[in-house]
């Protein structure tokens, strides 16, 4: 018999723009192991093609992701002492995979948030380059209400976007912050109507990718760093990079379009 389970991660791809989108929406996208294996998956997918020049992550239903999946949380509390650390460990290590690969991938990757985006779901968003949410959009930090830390990356990105005392603020409170605010604090880079919210989506990662792949994916890995680097340091990585760049077909084509426009 064929199994008939919906997937967990649905796969659509818009002239070379992948949309992702969490496939859970009767648990509000709520993270458990399944749903993290296949946007594992998907996200592996989609750095494999070469086709695929953009990842744009949504949520089916009424939420972008609801965060941890709470039954999940009471089986694992279940388990045998001597077990409760290392099946936590195990599964960190999935959760950090997922998200190390969403925000290291090398192509323009944007949240399309349409909804709440709670816990890891609000780490999801957070870890990608683009934050792109629909007016009832709902971000919050709400590991401390669970006795728990932010564990999905938000530690290290959410002092990114809105620095470290505003960061502290929505930790510590767990406090909700409507899409209006998150775009005036700089949580997310813009606000639009539901209806919109996949459109323009789309239309940034378009403008995104406007130029070479090679030359935004070596960028990428510079700018993701350059907090922790000192200049030299990101001096001498711009000139490796650079270095690969005049190698490249995209950059030998450019200068030789330009060279032919300038003298026709």
């Keep these: 018999m064929a199994d008939e389970t919906p997937a967990r991660v649905e796969t659509e791809l818009h002239d070379g723009i992948a949309v992702i989108a969490l496939n859970r929406p009767e648990a509000m996208n709520a993270m458990d192991d399944s749903l993290r294996n296949a946007l594992i998956e998907?996200?592996?997918?989609a750095l494999q093609d070469d086709a695929v020049r953009a990842i744009v992550l949504t949520g089916r239903g009424k939420a972008f992701?609801?965060?941890?999946?709470?039954?999940?949380?009471?089986?694992?509390?279940?388990?045998?002492?001597?077990?409760?650390?290392i099946n936590g460990w195990n599964r960190q290590q999935s959760t950090h995979r997922a998200v190390t690969m969403l925000h290291g991938m090398g192509k323009p990757t944007i949240a399309a948030v349409n909804?709440?985006?709670?816990g890891l779901g609000c780490d999801l968003a957070l870890c990608c380059?683009?934050?792109?949410?629909?007016?009832d959009a709902m971000f919050v930090m709400s590991y401390v209400l669970r006795g728990l830390i932010p564990d999905g990356g938000g530690l290290y990105f959410l002092p990114?976007?809105?620095?470290?005392?505003?960061?502290?603020?929505?930790?510590?409170?767990?406090?909700?912050?409507g899409s209006a605010e998150a775009l005036d604090i700089g949580m997310v880079d813009a606000v639009?109507?539901?209806e919109r919210l996949i459109e323009d989506a789309l239309a940034l990662a378009v403008r995104m990718t406007a130029g070479s792949a090679n030359?935004?994916?070596?960028?990428?890995?510079i700018l993701d760093r350059s907090f922790e680097l000192s200049?030299?340091?990101v001096f001498a990585l711009g000139s490796q990079a650079q270095a690969i760049c005049y190698t490249t077909d995209e950059h030998r084509e450019a200068v030789s379009a330009f060279l032919d426009k300038r003298s026709g």
């Excluded at 380059?129 to 007016?135: K, L």
Aim: aromatic letters at 2%.
């Design 42 to 45: 998907a996200l592996e997918r």
């Design 65 to 85: 992701c609801a965060g941890g999946d709470i039954k999940a949380m009471g089986a694992r509390l279940e388990a045998p002492p001597g077990r409760v650390a």
């Design 115 to 118: 909804g709440a985006a709670a």
């Design 129 to 135: 380059d683009f934050i792109v949410a629909s007016d």
């Design 160 to 177: 990114r976007r809105v620095g470290l005392a505003r960061a502290k603020e929505l930790i510590y409170s767990a406090r909700r912050v």
């Design 192 to 194: 639009c109507s539901p």
């Design 215 to 221: 030359a935004l994916a070596l960028s990428k890995s």
């Design 231 to 233: 200049a030299e340091e």
